[in-house]
């Protein structure tokens, strides 16, 4: 098992920045590929970054990209989300996951979530 807490969320203004983190518990951090997702009312759960278990891969649905960052620190069983020019439209839920096979998944564990909100 492999216990997932996301922090780091919160009410910023348009433009604005946030760094989400999640921390990892359990099974071996650095085995798993990483991905940050979000859920907005009424849409379903949307793919946003995700990165390789060594971080030597990278990847962004195009509405962030240039904007967010996806990290991760192994030694600290963390991965990091770094949000920049944030939209009132990346307001939503942000979730992390870890996949053990592909960084595109099947995603075998879940957080929480951590609410974003962006005004205008």
């Known amino acids: 098992q492999v216990q997932l807490v996301e922090s780091g969320g919160g009410l910023v203004q348009t433009g604005g920045s946030l760094r989400l983190s999640c921390a990892a518990s359990?099974?071996?951090?650095?085995?798993?590929?990483m991905g940050w997702f979000r859920q907005s009312p009424g849409r379903g759960r949307e793919s946003i970054a995700g990165i390789s278990w060594n971080g030597g891969s990278t990847n962004y649905v195009d509405s962030v990209k240039g904007r967010f960052t996806i990290s991760r620190d192994n030694a600290k069983n963390t991965v990091y989300l770094q949000m920049n020019s944030l939209k009132p439209e990346d307001t939503a839920v942000y979730y992390c996951a870890a996949a053990r096979i592909h960084m595109l998944g099947p995603w075998d564990y879940w957080g929480q979530g951590t609410q974003v909100t962006v005004s205008s």
């Open positions: 359990g099974r071996t951090f650095s085995n798993y590929n």
